[in-house]
């Protein structure tokens, strides 16, 4: 920039000896510059020889003569009204608050001491004297490593280059449930669904299950089609009923901590924009094709800069992998009740004298209507215990238990058309909540 700069001073010196006549206002025209800056340069070239080109270059803005020392009595009196702020001033006063007082102080004044007129020098004063509270540095813990395929984290990832059908969905037209071992940042499988709810969600996993085998733990976020609704208040949904039964450790993140599931997280802004926005694309069938080529390249020729594969991919940082457990031929469909036993649920009762615990209603009387009662589960005895203040009032078995052995395929029957009938509600409430509150 200070090329140009040179170069365009030189032609209005040019101008002038061509056309000696002419006014500023004319030069600053034909040059397409300010009148102030032509008047500038040509007071600096009426001072100068015609023949030096040394004029043409900018002069330093640095400050010629060195600033006014600040007198130990003016950083004294600085310092006690940041301490104790004077006429009742109830805030710790800032630079300018400051410099405000300190330019109506008459003992200065009288003794003629030089006062700063900038904030920032009475910034400067303040921090060299530790008045500037600045926080201390963040010590970041790294996540302890899971052992290879044993922690899974799952999420779903919107494919926002579909576009929304017509006549159907709106938002979310396609999805992929991305699952990502924490232990080795592999991509462990990515299926597309065109409908992701409750049920595909159990599908899709227990497929997964079938390739892979069962990890010891998955993470996931607090998604509706995994944790259901918030009115369920903590008991289990199908989904997870579902995975405790195939005794795998359920991890569910709290609300709004998407840094408690990073690996499969940090994996969909790499999907996003190495995959999504380079691909592009518009159909169910082509993120399905756009899948199979991505997974290939993110497992087996993208290096990845986590700690473990140590800048390589992540198949060739872990060429061999444990086997992990198959699905097992037997289910106990009731297993997931030794993983709640003695938690405890709050509900309100109602006029009818009943609380609701999943899709369930309990009885506990009307006389109780309008109190909280705590429901305790006795997993040995499958039932409920239910409180009232702290006493005993009821005893009511679990409803919704099988009592039986299951084949495989046959609970993957049961708890899918658990989880339709708890997706069922939950939609049926959102329709009816957003109709109250339109």
């Not at 030794?338 to 004298?353: L, T």
Request: with cysteine.
């Amino acid at each position: 920039m200070e090329e140009q700069w040179y170069v365009d001073r030189a032609r209005l010196r040019d101008l002038r000896q061509q056309h000696p006549a002419w006014t500023y206002a004319q030069l600053a025209e034909e040059l397409e510059y300010s009148l102030s800056w032509v008047k500038k340069w040509c007071k600096r070239f009426n001072r100068a020889d015609p023949n030096d080109d040394t004029v043409l270059h900018g002069l330093s803005r640095r400050r010629k003569n060195p600033p006014p020392n600040i007198e130990q009595v003016v950083v004294k009196r600085i310092l006690e009204i940041r301490d104790n702020p004077p006429e009742g001033l109830n805030r710790t006063p800032g630079p300018e608050t400051i410099k405000y007082y300190l330019h109506r102080d008459k003992t200065l004044q009288q003794n003629g001491t030089y006062l700063p007129r900038s904030g920032c020098t009475i910034w400067k004063i303040l921090n060299q004297h530790q008045r500037i509270l600045r926080p201390q540095k963040r010590e970041h813990t790294p996540l302890p490593r899971a052992e290879p395929m044993a922690a899974w984290q799952i999420d779903f990832k919107d494919v926002t280059t579909v576009p929304p059908e017509p006549e159907g969905k709106r938002m979310h037209a396609v999805e992929v449930l991305n699952v990502v071992d924490s232990g080795t940042s592999i991509l462990v499988d990515n299926p597309v669904h065109a409908d992701y709810n409750a049920e595909t969600a159990i599908e899709t996993l227990m497929n997964t299950f079938r390739r892979w085998g069962c990890p010891q733990q998955i993470t996931f976020d607090r998604d509706p089609r995994f944790v259901g609704s918030w009115s369920g208040r903590g008991f289990p949904t199908a989904f997870v009923r579902f995975l405790l039964c195939l005794n795998i450790k359920v991890d569910i993140c709290p609300p709004q901590r998407p840094d408690l599931n990073p690996f499969v997280e940090r994996y969909h802004r790499t999907y996003e924009y190495e995959g999504i926005q380079i691909y592009r694309p518009t159909t169910e069938a082509e993120v399905v094709e756009m899948n199979a080529h991505f997974a290939y390249h993110y497992n087996y020729q993208r290096p990845n800069q986590a700690i473990t594969c140590g800048n390589q991919p992540p198949r060739s940082a872990f060429p061999q992998l444990p086997k992990l457990p198959t699905l097992p031929d037997l289910i106990d469909p009731d297993r997931w009740l030794q993983y709640v036993d003695q938690k405890c649920f709050k509900r309100r009762v109602n006029s009818s004298g009943v609380v609701k615990i999943d899709k369930h209603r309990y009885y506990i009387g009307r006389s109780h209507h309008g109190r909280y009662v705590v429901l305790k589960v006795d997993a040995k005895n499958k039932q409920f215990l239910v409180q009232l203040k702290g006493k005993l009032i009821k005893q009511l078995p679990i409803k919704g238990l099988h009592d039986q052995i299951m084949p495989l395929e046959d609970y993957l029957k049961f708890i899918q058309a658990q989880a339709f009938s708890e997706w069922r509600h939950y939609k049926l409430n959102v329709k009816r909540y957003t109709r109250v509150t339109m």
